[in-house]
């Protein structure tokens, strides 16, 4: 039994230093602290969350929709970006269904005109497409249904109360349908090893994905497994018809939080290739701001979606590559004025490499430039 507290919070909103380079987000927000979804593989049972009881109690922060219309308003300086409602919690659990306390939220989301992205598990999400359409209209909007398997007995295991796979594949096809304009997909997080990672499943995964209408997969192999985290979760695979798995899963993590680079090397492979036969993008499309951070955004997202897939097809990350990517969203003017002055290289890890790379695309841009304004005279 869930108990539900109502408690007043003093911030409602969380700037990040560099944008999630997965998610795009910008900002955080939690409706709600602790999550009635009670996933046995839950990251917030780790201590570093700090959050007792997290499934059994569960609190609404009272005046969300309020205190979030008033930062919004005041900040002057809080430039439109995308906002991830959740972290550890999931914004749809299902108490959401009878007090509407993130459709609240979500108006004044698209009151101010941010963006948002919104990762789930339930298919109430669905109930909201009126509201999320309109941001999508305005400005832009991603949702991905969090889904690691097919196999509906497996689903109730480790995610007891989240709507089924099933259900969460019909509220993708759903809203692809009704609001074609927001995008959708899949966080196919976490994959545990032995349970989900059989090549039948990440390929049912990826397929049912597609023909449901996703715009991207987006995947990361196996499950972090952090102190009081993991102890939960091998407690309840132990008691479980599951339990044949404890033994090979102690043995490929070695007492490590992460699995081997080599396990998610030959994971990524496989998924990678399953996405290209589907046809599916492995990365969310980024927003793109019309205001000076246009084409630091754009160059941006090239990127940190170059790095992304040679480390996938790699198993190596080039961190120069990744720090230029996210330095460039901190930068107070455009990078088209650093480029008509010859300074790319004084941009924080903008090496010789990476400006050979992008000086096509910014060349692009001036020709485009030009373009516009020679259409007065025609
Ligand atoms: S839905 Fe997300 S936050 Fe909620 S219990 Fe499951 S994994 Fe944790």
């Known amino acids: 039994m869930v108990k539900y507290t109502y408690k007043e919070f003093k911030s409602v909103l969380n700037k990040l230093k560099y944008p999630d380079s997965w998610f795009w987000s ?50 002057r300086t809080l430039l439109p970006d995308i906002i991830a409602p959740g972290g550890v919690n999931d914004a749809y659990q299902p108490i959401e269904k009878k007090i509407e306390h993130t459709r609240k939220v979500l108006e004044v989301i698209a009151k101010y005109k941010f963006p948002i992205n919104i990762a789930t598990k339930s298919n109430l999400v669905t109930r909201d497409v009126d509201i999320l359409r309109k941001i999508a209209n305005e400005t832009w909007c991603a949702i ?45 997080i976490p994959i545990i090893p032995f349970l989900e990672d059989t090549d039948e499943n990440l390929e049912d995964v990826i397929k049912k994905s597609k023909e449901a209408g996703a715009d ?85 997202e090239l990127l940190l979606n170059k790095e992304y897939i040679d480390a996938l097809k790699t198993g190596k990350s080039n961190k120069t590559l990744m720090w230029a990517g996210l330095n460039l969203n901190n930068l107070e003017e455009s990078i088209l004025d650093f480029y008509k002055r010859d300074e790319l290289h004084t941009i924080k890890n903008f090496n010789p490499k990476i400006i050979e790379l992008i000086e096509p695309y910014l060349e692009k841009s001036k020709e485009l430039k030009q373009k516009k304004g020679l259409e007065k005279f025609l």
């Open 26 to 75: 910008r900002y955080t927000l939690n409706t709600y602290s602790g999550c009635a979804h009670a996933c046995i593989y839950c990251d917030a049972r780790s201590e570093r969350y700090y959050i007792e009881d997290f499934e059994n109690e569960v609190i609404i922060k009272t005046n969300f929709d309020k205190k979030l219309d008033q930062r919004l308003k005041k900040a």
């Open 144 to 188: 991905g249904f969090s889904i690691s398997t097919t196999n509906e007995e497996l689903a109730k295991f480790l995610e007891p109360y989240s709507s089924l796979p099933s259900e969460r594949l019909e509220a993708l096809k759903r809203i692809k349908k009704e609001a074609p304009n927001i995008q959708v997909g899949t966080y196919f």
């Open 216 to 300: 991207f997969v987006l995947f990361s192999p196996g499950l972090t497994m952090r102190d009081s985290q993991v102890e939960y979760f091998l407690k309840k695979l132990k008691e479980s018809n599951y339990n044949y798995v404890v033994k090979p899963l102690l043995e490929l993590y070695q007492g490590q939080m992460h699995p081997p680079s080599e396990y998610c090397k030959k994971i990524n492979n496989k998924l990678w290739n399953l996405c290209q036969k589907y046809n599916v993008n492995v990365r969310v499309k980024r927003w793109i701001p019309s205001d000076f951070r246009n084409w630091n955004y754009k160059i941006s």
